[in-house]
């Protein structure tokens, strides 16, 4: 089993994957892709999604976070999910990564936007309406939307928690980690998050977990590794769906701007939707996607 991840070094979910891998202790391949669209060497293997990161574990390719923390979870070592919160932790992550997200980007970005290069913002206005003009005018709000939601995690840890759920590190931990982490890639001071002691000796334990074992290569070899490997193509269709196995379907994120990656249904649960693809490059592959947050159609 060869795992891959690729993303790049400033992405938020991205931070989240490497410290999962961390947390296992994994030994696996970086593939640095780029910010914005195109992604060449990424297409054969996704399809056309757009979103950063992607895990891929020879010729299976999971597309969100959500769906590669699922994956994850199956490696060796300490578990993502740890008791007492066990599978609560996914509510906190979706906390983290939804109404708490973008008023984190917002905080980090709203006093350098004017320095981030127009190739970024046309992507992210294409994807999700984000603008820098947005950004910057929506600082005063989502600095102290962002300040509130720290001030809610400094209360939690108030009774000398060393996590979110206790005394063993879980994927709540790590989702609400890139946001504070998120702040301190463009100030690594971030007074924004001074008034919160807490938080930052929680954010220190977090950070000590680490990357795990990358080794870099590249989207030419890990094209490679998915031709060579074979996926499961177990079909497995629930009956009430309205899908059914072998069917053709497109799946895009609820984002204005997703790219449908279509395929041949495999399989489809209340928590998955996996589809068979064919590429002249990549040769058969299976793209997971997780159920939550994808718009799933006959195509």
Known sequence: MTIVLHHYETSPFSEVLRLALGVKNADYWS??????????????????????????IDAEI????????????????????????????????????????????GAALGKVAAGIPDAFWADRAALFGL?????????????AQFAAGMARL???????????????????????????????????????????QRVAAWEARVRAIGHGNPHTTDGQEAIAL?????????????????????????VATEDPGATPVAGTLLRLSDTEIVIRRDDPDAGTVAVHFPRLGQVLRAA
Request: aromatic fraction near 10%; charged fraction near 15%; include cysteine.
């Open 31 to 56: 593939v640095i892709i780029p910010p914005v669209a195109p992604k060449p060497l990424l297409t054969p293997l996704t399809g056309g999604y757009r979103k950063t990161p992607v895990l891929q």
């Open 62 to 105: 999971y597309c969100d976070t959500a769906i590669a923390i699922a994956a994850i979870e199956l490696l060796p070592g300490p578990g993502l999910f740890p008791p007492p919160l066990g599978a609560a932790h996914t509510f906190i992550a979706a906390q983290a990564g939804g109404p708490m997200f973008f008023p984190a980007v």
């Open 131 to 143: 603008s820098r003009e947005v950004v910057e005018t929506r600082f005063p709000h989502n600095a």
């Open 154 to 196: 400094e209360a939690t840890l108030a009774d000398g928690r060393a996590f979110v759920g206790g005394e063993a590190v879980g994927y709540g931990d790590l989702a609400l980690y890139m946001l504070a982490w998120f702040q301190r890639r463009f100030d690594p001071a971030a007074p924004i998050l001074e008034p919160f």
């Open 226 to 250: 998915a031709h060579g490997a074979t996926p499961d193509l177990t079909e497995i269709v629930e009956w009430n769906s309205g899908f059914s196995a072998g069917q053709t379907v497109t």
